[in-house]
């Protein structure tokens, strides 16, 4: 895996949407692959957390019958958190500020999760 043009897409996200804050990208089972945060955000917690709200979020829909899981957001008193879903095997966690777009993230961020999603596949 070319870690280095992950790390470049993520910084490239935060760079081209206002109020994106930090990104993290895990394996489904919670380790981290690679994070660009602030300080005070534990990447490897972080990984470990959304990866059992996608598992959640992916059983909900399942139950619901509603296809497959593309992402899940939960709106914050100061933020946003959005979690991708990279494949069956990854995922992508985006933070956001209160002055973040979050139909803009979810419009312009599928680039971004493309490529990495093609990093991660050519890591293999």
């Keep these: 895996m070319n870690h280095d043009a992950m790390l470049a897409e993520m ?6 949407i206002t109020g994106v804050t930090g990104t993290v990208v895990a394996a489904v089972d ?3 692959v ?18 059992a709200g996608l598992g959640i979020a992916r ?8 296809g497959a899981l593309d992402q899940a957001v939960a709106y914050c008193s100061r933020g946003y958190t959005a979690v991708y879903a990279l494949g ?3 995922l992508m966690v985006v933070l956001g500020d209160e002055g973040l ?9 599928q680039p971004t999760l493309d490529r990495i999603g093609s990093i991660l596949i050519e890591g293999e």
């Design 11 to 16: 910084r490239g996200l935060r760079e081209q």
């Design 30 to 32: 919670g380790l981290l």
């Design 34 to 51: 690679a994070a660009d945060t602030g300080d005070g955000i534990d990447p490897h917690s972080l990984a470990a957390v959304a990866a």
């Design 59 to 66: 059983r909900t829909v399942t139950v619901a019958d509603q």
């Design 88 to 90: 069956d095997l990854a």
């Design 101 to 109: 777009d979050i139909g803009r993230l979810h419009s312009d961020s």
